[in-house]
C-alpha cells in the first residue's frame, strides 16, 4: 500500500474513535471543541448597541457566548442567535447567568441602532458589539477569526464572508469552548451547565 493511502485509511479508521473517546471519556464533557488553555479571545473591548463600553472582564461570573456575524445576513447568523436564544431559554433561572455578544463583522451597515433593533430580538439579554475598524481587526485577531467583503450589485449590496464558530467562555472568564456552525441548541445549552457550574 503507498504511504499516501496508507495515511488516509488511518485517518479513516481514526476519526471514528477520536468521537468514541470524546464521547465516553469523563475529561471531555463537551459536545463543543473543548479548548480549555488555549490563548484567543483577550478582553474584547468593544461598545455595545447602546454605546456603553464592554470588556469580558465586565461579565465574571456569568458563562459568554461570543459569536460573529451581521445584520444583513441572510440565513447562517439569525439562525445561530435564534439557537443560542434556545439554549438560554433551556437553561431556566440559569439562563440568566449566560452572556451572549454578537460582534459584527459589517460595521459599516451595522450601526449602533441597528443592532439595537436586531440582536435582542432574538433575546432581550443579547448585546451587539462594534467599534471602529481597528479595534474589530484586533478582536477578530484575537479569536482567529476570518472576514471578507464578498462584492455584490451595488457598493451597498454586499455580503460578509467570516467564519461562524461560537466560543464560550466559563464564568471565571476563561475560553473552553468552540461550538460549529450547526451545533443543536440541546447541544449548546448541556454544554453551558457545565461551564456554569464549573
Known amino acids: 500500500m503507498r504511504p499516501g493511502r496508507r495515511a488516509l485509511l488511518w485517518l479513516a479508521l481514526a476519526a471514528p474513535l477520536a468521537g468514541c473517546e470524546k464521547l465516553f471519556s469523563s475529561k471531555r464533557p463537551f459536545n463543543g471543541i473543548d479548548v480549555t488553555g488555549s490563548n484567543m479571545g483577550g478582553e474584547l473591548r468593544l461598545a455595545d448597541h447602546d454605546g456603553k463600553a464592554r470588556s469580558l472582564g465586565q461579565f465574571r461570573g456569568k458563562a459568554v457566548v461570543v459569536v460573529f456575524g451581521f445584520t444583513h445576513c441572510p440565513d447562517v447568523c439569525p439562525t445561530a442567535l435564534s439557537d443560542l436564544s434556545s439554549a438560554v431559554k433551556a437553561l431556566g433561572p440559569d439562563g440568566e447567568r449566560v452572556q451572549v455578544l454578537f460582534v459584527t463583522v459589517d460595521p459599516k451597515r451595522d450601526l449602533p441602532e441597528l443592532m439595537r ?50 466560543f464560550g467562555f466559563d464564568p471565571q472568564g476563561r475560553i473552553r469552548l468552540v461550538w460549529s456552525p450547526g451545533a443543536l441548541p440541546k447541544q449548546i445549552a448541556d454544554d453551558l451547565r457545565v461551564l456554569l457550574n464549573s
Not at 440582536?119 to 467599534?131: E, K, R
Not at 478582536?139 to 461562524?164: L, Q, T
Open 117 to 166: 433593533q436586531f440582536v435582542p430580538a432574538f433575546h432581550p439579554s443579547f448585546l451587539g458589539l462594534t467599534g471602529d475598524e481597528e479595534a474589530l481587526a484586533k478582536v477578530r485577531k484575537d479569536f482567529n477569526v476570518y472576514a471578507a467583503i464578498r462584492e455584490g450589485s451595488s457598493p451597498d449590496n454586499y455580503s460578509v464572508d467570516h467564519s461562524a464558530q461560537m
